[in-house]
Nanobody
Framework: QVQLVESGGGLVQPGGSLRLSCAASGIIFSAYAMSWYRQAPGKQRELVASITRGGSTNYADSVKGRFTISRDNAKNTVYLQMNSLKPEDTAVYYC????????WGQGTQVTVSS
């Protein structure tokens, strides 16, 4: 059974930082491209950042220079370090694994507010 379990979300003030984690099980993690998506209320889900199995990264323009995606294949975990958070970063953040099939986590809420 494939599971992607996100953690690390919460409430943070503008300018603060959070680190999201996504622990995968039931897949050969190193074979998968991993991504973080987010969905704000009333908006479509959007790609935030992705990392290939070779370690190449890609970011949405809105988060470039503030967010960093990384992966630890030994721990079957992908991370999203989020710095200089803004209120517009408020959303549910989802982990995504993609290879021959696509899997999604259940999401973790990130709220940026004073």
């Amino acid at each position: 059974q494939v599971q992607l379990v996100e953690s690390g979300g919460g409430l943070v003030q503008p300018g603060g930082s959070l680190r999201l984690s996504c622990a995968a099980s039931g897949i050969i993690f190193s074979a998968y491209a991993m991504s973080w998506y987010r969905q704000a209320p009333g908006k479509q889900r959007e790609l935030v950042a992705s990392i290939t199995r070779g370690g190449s990264t890609n970011y949405a323009d809105s988060v470039k220079g503030r967010f960093t995606i990384s992966r630890d294949n030994a721990k079957n975990t992908v991370y999203l370090q989020m710095n200089s958070l803004k209120p517009e970063d408020t959303a549910v953040y989802y982990c995504n694994a993609d290879f021959l099939r696509t899997y999604w986590g259940q999401g973790t809420q990130v709220t940026v507010s004073s």
